[in-house]
Nanobody, 119 residues
């Protein structure tokens, strides 16, 4: 499966962005999908995950602010990000794999979309 993220950009602190991840290559309705983020020089960090049936989990740092969702008919997973903070600035990547917070449990990765939050 190929994954392509979109929706990143520059936003002021307190603002919102909605990221999308489009999957192609095969049906992804049964796949676990996840969002991660990475800052240069730091380890890739789990943000949110969603099972095929809609069960979700989040990193503590984004709980209550970010929402992951999916549209299986459109082979797309979303990340709605509200109340953004400068520390949310990162390259955001989507991935498919096992329901986990660990990067090595995800086998397919998109190239990422940059999110920059100004103070």
């Amino acid at each position: 499966v190929q994954l392509v993220e979109s929706g990143g950009g520059l936003v002021q602190a307190g603002g919102s962005l909605r990221l999308s991840c489009a999957a192609s290559g095969r049906t992804f309705s049964s796949d676990v999908m996840g969002w991660f983020r990475q800052v240069p020089g730091k380890a890739r960090q789990f943000v949110a995950g969603i099972r095929s049936g809609g069960t979700t989990n989040y990193a503590d740092s984004v709980k209550g602010r970010f929402t992951i969702s999916r549209d299986n008919a459109k082979n797309t997973v979303f990340l709605q990000m509200n109340s953004l903070k400068p520390e949310d600035t990162a390259l955001y990547l989507c991935a498919s794999g096992r329901y986990s917070t660990r990067t090595w449990d995800y086998v397919n990765w998109g190239p990422g979309t940059q999110v920059t939050v100004s103070s």
